[in-house]
């Protein structure tokens, strides 16, 4: 089916997020790249923590921060999530760390926290696994995971 035949709308989400909040004290979204569906807003309506993934490329940088402008723009309560965000900046090819530091240093001073991952070919050979990824991939992240956590 298209996506456009598969969106929630915003009382699916809530009757969604209703019954999660029930019986979970955290709940994690992945709002997937739609910030123009109903869900996406409720979705930043309803968090109290941002992570904002993002690849060590131009392109994907710039529709990072697009979005955090954007919601900065939006209400009071979406510009304090954008600049509490954490930018989780990925490095999807083994080009070396210079580019992941490039788009990392872009996004420092305007959220909360910028982290890297290093490369990691697991991280492009099928399911994830933890323990299938290499021991800095795992140290980075638990960072990620400890950044989060310091949020609430």
């Not at 869900?39 to 690849?55: A, E, F, G, K, N």
């Not at 323990?131 to 638990?142: I, M, V």
């Amino acid at each position: 089916m298209l996506a456009t035949h598969q969106r929630i709308e915003r009382t699916e989400f809530d009757t969604l997020m209703s019954v999660a909040a029930r019986y979970y004290r955290l709940v994690f979204f992945d709002s997937g790249n739609d910030e123009s569906a109903e869900r996406w807003l409720r979705m930043v309506d309803s968090s109290y923590q941002l992570v904002i993934p993002t690849l060590a490329a131009p392109e994907p940088a710039e529709s990072a921060a697009l979005l955090l402008d954007a919601l900065r723009e939006r209400d009071e309560r979406s510009r304090d999530l954008a600049d509490s965000a954490i930018v989780v900046v990925t490095e999807s090819e083994p080009r070396g760390p210079a580019a992941a530091e490039r788009v990392a240093d872009g996004f420092r001073g305007t959220v909360r926290e910028v982290l890297r991952i290093p490369f990691d070919p697991a991280l492009k050979s099928g399911p994830l696994r933890f323990d299938s990824l290499r021991r800095a991939t795992q140290d980075a992240w638990l960072r990620v995971a400890a950044a989060v956590a310091s949020g609430f």
